[in-house]
């Protein structure tokens, strides 16, 4: 019989969920993007070293049996929280581009923003008992994304700036033009009326 672990105790782990992070921690090393794994209450019972880093050390030496959306500050915690929805759902969910920080950094700490996903933790009865949640950092990503979407912006703005200043330009010089015709037109008259 497997050996409980010290947060299972404390915690009273459901076995299925217990069963999960065991097959799972074998290969949980190929996932290089931050995880934690959170019961139906949404108490963290696991993470990996990437979940880990992303607190200070006191915030990240109290992470189990902490509830999720206590130390990951996520713009849909409260409403959509994302655990909720995978169990409502009975399927994978993924949201992209989420803003948010973990707790414990300091208020002028720029926001993240993550690509999330979870799974539901399903018991032998197909209930639900936890769910595993893996966060992508693309904070980088992103504001490269914005500041090439402010550029493409910016283009279009100043083709439309010099597509407006070209038609002005060109009505300047028919109307010019026209002028110029006019004036050519009095002048040949002009001489035909002193030729005769």
């Not at 493409?152 to 597509?163: D, I, K, P, T, Y």
Request: glycine fraction near 4%.
């Amino acid at each position: 019989m497997p050996r409980r672990s010290i947060l299972a105790t404390i915690v009273r782990m459901h076995p299925a969920l217990e069963r999960f992070i065991q097959q799972f921690k074998a290969t949980s090393d190929v996932v290089i993007d931050s995880w934690f794994i959170c019961d139906n209450d949404r108490n963290i019972v696991d993470y990996n070293r990437a979940f880990f880093s992303l607190f200070p050390r006191p915030e990240a030496r109290q992470l189990k049996a902490k509830k999720c959306h206590e130390v990951m500050r996520l713009t849909i915690c409260q409403e959509r929280c994302i655990a909720q929805q995978c169990w409502r759902e009975g399927r994978q969910v993924r949201l992209d581009e989420i803003d948010g920080r973990p707790i414990g950094l300091p208020d002028d700490a720029p926001t993240r923003r993550y690509v999330l996903s979870s799974i539901p933790i399903l018991d032998e009865n197909n209930r639900p008992v936890g769910a595993l949640e893996i966060q992508r950092d693309v904070t980088d990503e992103a504001l490269v994304q914005d500041k090439y979407k402010k550029m493409l912006e910016n283009e279009a703005r100043e083709r439309e700036r010099l597509a407006t200043q070209i038609r002005t330009r060109t009505r300047e010089l028919y109307e010019a033009n026209q002028l110029l015709l006019k004036a050519q037109g009095e002048l040949v008259q002009q001489k035909k009326g002193l030729a005769f």
